[in-house]
């Protein structure tokens, strides 16, 4: 970074607009990190093994972090398609609030300090798997497939599926079929998740010439794949359950979840294929951020449950 005028000012058409504290928070894309850290959390206290919480915490600011580091180098890189999209042109690096040198800084930095941090805090392996969440969301899902392919969700969010196994692997320093189910669980859950949003959000993607599924195949085939995801997610939703790891309050709790999201991909495919899918299509993305942090939170509670009853 240079001065002090350049490091607080962003440049875009000659234009100088002041970088606020607020815009830099913007660049880690906190709400989503929000949900990405509470499955990665959830990862960690469900684990079989006591952590202190101070150990804890600092898994959890690691996963954070990494989180909004990665989100950060992907709004440097995306900052020409979010200056075409309605729904991101206002965004630091777009609107010239941040300068792209200076947002690219931060990802880098805080990429390899949240890295560190969790060597430090935790073990090698949660270190590692945090490492390949981050290189992935970068390099695999932003610069490669993004713009390429309308699979670019569905691989790429692999990277969005790693936190609970990474919270997981913070606790044990393994790697077990319980942290493999919930990352399978965020891996399917991720494409219905992000389809729901792009069928309303299409012409944003079509305008930035973005891949996405919509676009690429239409709004009957994107419906069609909800539907067929979403059932995917079913049998994996309740596998922590069939595995032995919780009991059956979180098998109830799964069930019925997965089967309103199902609910709500079949009310999505029923739509017509207009706007008047729109409304249906707001509701499904909404139930699914519901969907997933509700599901998380079922598995402490059904230990607590479990624990108080046996
Ligand atoms: C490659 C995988 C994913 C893609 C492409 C994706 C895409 C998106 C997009 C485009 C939005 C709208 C953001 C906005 O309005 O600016 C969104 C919102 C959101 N996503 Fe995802 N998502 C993915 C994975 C995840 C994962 C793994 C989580 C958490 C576990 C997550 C949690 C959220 C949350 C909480 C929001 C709402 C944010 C808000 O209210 O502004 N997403 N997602
Ligand atoms: C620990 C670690 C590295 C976690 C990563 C978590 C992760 C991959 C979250 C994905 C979240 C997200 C908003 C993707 C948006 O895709 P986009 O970039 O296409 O959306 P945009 O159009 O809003 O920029």
Redesign the pocket.
Known sequence: MSDTAHTLTGRIDGDVAPARVRDYIDLL?P??????V??GWIGVVIAPVHVHPFKTLLAVIAIALGSGAAGCINMWYERDLDALMA??RN?PLPAGRVAPDDALGLGVLLSVFSVLLMAVSTNLVAAALLAVAILF?VFI?TIWL?RRTPQ??VI??????F?PMIGWAAATGDVSSVGIALFLL?FL??PP??WA??LY?SEDYRRAGVPMLPVVAGPRETKCQMVIYTLLLLPVAIAPTLLGAVGWVYGTVALALSLGFIGHAIAVWRTADDETAFGAARKM?RY??IY??ALFAALPVDLVVSRIAG
């Not at 709400?31 to 990405?36: F, P, W, Y």
């Not at 790429?156 to 599926?161: I, P, R, S, W």
């Open positions: 894309k709400r989503v990190m929000s949900l990405v509470f499955t729904r991101t965004r969301y899902y993004k670019n969700i790429g969010g692999a990277a969005g599926a936190p965020v859950w991720t998740h992000f949003l792009a959000r993305f699914s951020l997933l942090a």
